[in-house]
């Protein structure tokens, strides 16, 4: 059975600080996927991940794969207030969607 | 990437009553994905849907609960049957994409 596990669940930090969220999956998987969402909202897709050793930049979120180890990284560098939100990693096994438990992440200013 | 239309956005039911949800996607799909999301919680999948063809429900999901309806690749429906408190929750459907996964905006359940 695919687990994805996610950590840490919850996470308060100071704006300005960096801080990585790890999604460790239990067996092989051609995509992995970070998503976030922001409270009563729907999930928006932030990276699709599909090689070893991918990596993707967007703004101050980078997220990285490696199949080896089967862990996922996404990593906020100088977090501001705008990146609070509950982030999600999601690992594709066959079309369906396995989903981490999520990171609640609030970053104070 | 694909838009997804959700109605309702929310909604507030009688326990025993049934409510459907709609998803209209703005292109044609092969497969549609109905979600649940209980409060605070991850998500769930709840069954797969694909044109012409029953839905495929996951282990804890019945036809009878959730009835999916997919009548052509752009649309579907869930049916929330017989309601109870404990089926408030966010329900989202979702398609493939080559980007990644769509959600619709999700509709939020209460039932009281």
């Known amino acids: 059975e695919l687990k994805v596990e996610q950590n840490p669940l919850f996470l308060s930090m100071q704006e300005g600080k960096n801080y990585t969220i790890y999604c460790n999956y239990s067996?092989?998987?051609?995509?992995l996927y970070w998503y976030r969402q922001d409270p009563g909202k729907s999930l928006e897709s932030l990276f699709v991940?599909?090689?070893n050793g991918a990596v993707k930049q967007e703004g101050r979120l980078m997220a990285s794969l490696d199949t080896k180890a089967r862990l996922s990284t996404l990593h906020i560098t100088a977090a501001v207030h705008d990146l609070s939100a509950t982030y999600f990693c999601?690992?594709?096994?066959?079309?369906?969607?396995?989903w981490g438990a999520g990171t609640k992440l609030i970053i104070k200013p | 990437s694909a838009v997804i239309s959700q109605k309702p956005s929310r909604d507030i039911c009688q326990r025993g009553t049934s409510l459907t949800i709609q998803c209209q996607v703005d292109?044609?799909?092969?497969?549609m994905f109905w979600y649940r999301q209980q409060p605070g919680q991850s998500l769930t999948l709840i069954a797969t849907?694909?044109?012409?063809?029953?839905?495929?429900?996951e282990s804890g999901f019945v036809i009878d609960k959730f009835p999916i309806s997919r009548p052509n690749l752009t649309f579907s429906t869930l049916t929330v049957s017989n309601m109870s408190p404990e089926d408030s929750s966010i329900y989202l459907c979702?398609?493939?994409?080559?980007?990644?996964?769509?959600f619709g905006s999700g509709t939020r359940l209460t039932v009281v």
């Open positions: 979702s398609v493939d994409q080559p980007g990644g996964y769509t």
């Open positions: 292109s044609q799909v092969t497969m």
């Open positions: 849907a694909n044109q012409g063809s029953e839905a495929t429900y």
């Open positions: 067996t092989t998987s051609d995509r």
């Open positions: 991940l599909l090689s």
């Open positions: 999601a690992v594709d096994s066959n079309y369906q969607l396995i």
